[in-house]
């Protein structure tokens, strides 16, 4: 009863801001993603009859308390649906750095449900697995797919209509991703308390949910169409909007740093020199930068200039969930 999995990370060109559930996940908007080849997780869940308890090993280090109880949580659920009582051991491996601005909730959680429910013996459909995983983390049943996938977010009450689907495989397009890292990255506010706020307080939010509709379907013309511009443009200012909605919440808040709306101008810089980027900011200081590949070089040599920014991670489209 033991299975071994992989996932990967990935970054949201139209952004899941807000649940209507906050139990079993939820979201009040639809979202889309793209799969990043260069941020992982590989985990391995072994249910026996021995354990006493579910243990969770991550880079080699045993966890305890709130990490832990979210990962033993998780295991509920998937023992709920086999309707077996064993206890795990839960051994995962990130090959996200936490500095670089992206959650590895989301390539922990899709590794984990896929090594978790192959470990059990139950046989999921991708949308299955997708709508398990999100009840982890959302933004990890996006994970479940490589290239482009939407979170739909669904109607019905009890979650079995929000999940993923793929959108186009990493092989459509080679769309990249350079993840600028910043020196100072403390982060006050939690992505889900963050998002809690704002869609409780937040005169905003209404003006957000209004706009997604467009964006989305603006965006899968650009995908389908390879058409870059359009992707970059509808991206860049679905994220600004979702991080407007945070200026209006009560108390109000930001994620950015001085340096963070430094990288954004220089995006626009670059884009004045006839070099197309976009940028993308999640629930963090850090920006993300869209580019295709024959500006790789000049992409990175501008952004590792900048003045309080430690590092630069390139990443390719990425593949879906993969059993090792
Ligand atoms: C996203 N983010 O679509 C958005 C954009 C942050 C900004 O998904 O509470 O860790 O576990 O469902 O998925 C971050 O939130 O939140 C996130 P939970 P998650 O990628």
Not at 175 to 180: C, F, M, T
Not at 191 to 206: C, D, I, L, N, W
Request: aromatic share 8%; glycine share 8%; net charge negative.
């Amino acid at each position: 009863m033991k299975a071994t999995a992989k996932a990967h990370t990935n970054i949201a060109l139209i952004k899941y801001w807000g649940k209507r559930n906050e139990s079993i996940i939820l979201p009040t908007n639809s979202s889309l993603s793209l799969t990043l080849d260069g941020f992982y997780t590989t985990t391995s869940v072994h249910f026996s009859e021995e354990y006493t308890q579910d243990k969770f090993i991550l880079n080699e280090r045993v966890v305890e308390g709130e990490q832990h109880r979210r990962v033993s949580g998780f295991l509920d659920l998937i023992r709920q649906q086999a309707g077996k009582s064993l206890y795990a051991t839960v051994d995962s491996t990130n090959e996200v750095p936490t500095a670089a601005g992206f959650a590895s909730s989301a390539s922990g959680f899709a590794a984990l449900a896929a090594a978790g429910t192959k470990a059990i013996g139950l046989d999921m459909s991708d949308r299955e697995l997708s709508a398990l995983t999100r009840q982890g983390s959302g933004s990890a049943c996006r994970s479940i797919y490589g290239g482009f996938a939407e979170w739909e977010m669904g109607a019905e009450e009890d979650g079995s209509d929000s999940y993923a689907v793929p959108i186009a495989p990493a092989e459509h397009w080679d769309l990249r991703v350079a993840a600028v890292v910043l020196s100072s990255t403390a982060k006050k506010v939690s992505s889900r308390a963050g998002m809690k706020r704002t869609v409780e307080t937040s005169p905003f939010y209404q003006g957000w949910l209004n706009s997604i509709p467009t964006d989305m379907s603006q965006i899968k013309e650009g995908i389908k169409e390879r058409d870059f511009q359009k992707v970059g443009e509808v991206a860049e200012a679905n994220c600004l909007k979702m991080h407007a909605t945070t200026l209006g919440a009560n108390p109000p808040f930001t994620y950015w740093h001085d340096t963070t709306m430094t990288v954004m101008q220089m995006v626009r810089d670059l884009r004045e020199k006839g070099i197309p980027a976009y940028f993308t900011i999640d629930a963090g200081p850090n920006v993300k930068v869209l580019y295709l590949p024959e500006n790789e070089e000049v992409i990175e040599k501008t952004l590792r200039n900048i003045p309080g920014v430690a590092d630069i991670r390139l990443s390719r489209p990425g593949q879906g969930v993969t059993y090792l």
